[in-house]
């Protein structure tokens, strides 16, 4: 089993940063993929940023040179620094650690992100 804790969560204006981190505990995978993934309030779930074991990242569209995903192997955690923050971005943030070995996929409990207007 994997543990994942995130914290940084909060309330911010338009226009201003957050950092978001998350500790990971437990029997991680060796080759795994950490993302950070959103919901706002009646959506559905969607991709935030990922970045494997090799530092490969991706984002989503929306996010593009706004947020920076990174990741430090050693001490197991990975962050996303979010500048520039629109209302739009308000969810709720949520780690994610996958396995792409055994297809494993485990979640932390979630960060709520608000940004006013």
């Known amino acids: 089993q994997v543990q994942l804790v995130e914290s940084g969560g909060g309330l911010v204006q338009a226009g201003g940063s957050l950092r978001l981190s998350c500790a990971a505990s437990?029997?991680?995978?060796?080759?795994?993929?950490m993302g950070w993934y959103r919901q706002a309030p009646g959506k559905q779930r969607e991709l935030v940023a990922t970045?494997?074991?090799?530092?490969?990242?991706n984002y989503a569209d929306s996010v593009k040179g706004r947020f920076t995903i990174s990741r430090n192997n050693a001490k197991n955690t990975v962050a996303l620094q979010m500048n520039s923050l629109k209302p739009e971005d308000t969810a709720v943030y949520y780690c994610?650690?996958?396995?792409?070995?055994?297809?494993?996929?485990?979640w932390g409990q979630g960060t709520q992100v608000t940004v006013s207007s």
């Open positions: 970045i494997t074991s090799g530092d490969i990242t």
């Open positions: 994610n650690c996958y396995s792409i070995v055994f297809k494993n996929s485990y």
């Open positions: 437990g029997r991680i995978p060796s080759i795994n993929v």
